[in-house]
């Protein structure tokens, strides 16, 4: 018995890419923590690149929302699906100032502080109220 091939359209890049970014932001956020725990280097390297991933593909993600949202908004409470697009596009832009700054703390070898845990433990408890809109849209309450 032959599985049938599953179709494809532009809107279901959307879906695809945004676990990337639920994955990544809190994984590097994590190594951070545990790297200024432990003080491993490995762990902040990790977490480094991790944000860079992150931030290079989350506005590919949040452009891919506006081709999911095309072809979804009519089934969707209007006040929900117009959070979730501006908290993704607030997120995105913050994501890439997120990287710079982690970029420049990499390249002057220095290890994250408080500070930018602070922001990124915000950043990712907004990414994970914002996954939760996405996933009322697409699942249902």
């Known amino acids: 018995m032959a599985i049938p091939l599953p179709t494809f359209a532009p809107e279901h890049i959307h879906p695809i890419l945004v676990n990337f970014t639920a994955a990544l932001v809190p994984a590097s956020f994590g190594s951070d923590v545990l790297g200024k725990i432990t003080r491993r280097q490995s762990l902040h390297a990790a977490g480094f690149w991790m944000l860079i991933y992150a931030a290079a593909i989350?506005?590919?993600?949040a452009l891919a929302?506006?081709?999911?949202?095309?072809?979804?908004?009519s089934a969707l409470p209007p006040e929900q699906i117009l959070v979730h697009q501006w908290l993704g596009i607030s997120l995105a832009i913050l994501f890439l100032v997120l990287g710079v700054w982690r970029w420049v703390l990499h390249s002057r070898a220095t290890n994250p502080g408080f500070a930018y845990?602070?922001?990124?433990?915000?950043?990712v408890l907004a990414l994970m109220y914002q996954g939760a809109l996405g996933g009322q849209m697409a699942f249902g309450s």
């Open 65 to 73: 929302g506006f081709a999911w949202k095309r072809s979804v908004a």
């Open 117 to 123: 845990l602070g922001l990124c433990l915000v950043l």
């Open 58 to 61: 989350t506005p590919f993600t």
